[in-house]
């Protein structure tokens, strides 16, 4: 992260934002390397944006970070 906080220092609104998101989605690869649903080993696929479990056929997408005030009242207490 600290990397992040440096080179972010010097790069425009756009070029912060896209290479934010590319160190993003590496953690999300590296954190995520098995099908929630099987336990089989995922690949990349839909260049980078997805992960695939070829056992199952499920697909895998990151979720964005949203802050809390943008939930509904319903995931607030754990119903949904």
Avoid: Y
């Avoid at 992960?51 to 949203?66: I, K, N, Q, Y």
């Amino acid at each position: 992260m600290a990397f992040l906080r440096e080179a972010g220092v010097d790069l425009g609104d756009i070029d912060a934002g896209v290479f934010t998101t590319g160190v993003a989605l590496a953690n999300w690869h590296e954190r995520h390397t098995c099908c929630p649903r099987c336990g089989s080993e995922t690949t990349v696929a839909e260049g980078g944006w997805v992960r695939a479990c070829e056992v199952d056929g499920s697909e895998h997408h990151p979720a964005p970070s949203l802050p809390s005030s943008w939930r509904s009242p319903m995931m607030k207490i754990g119903c949904c």
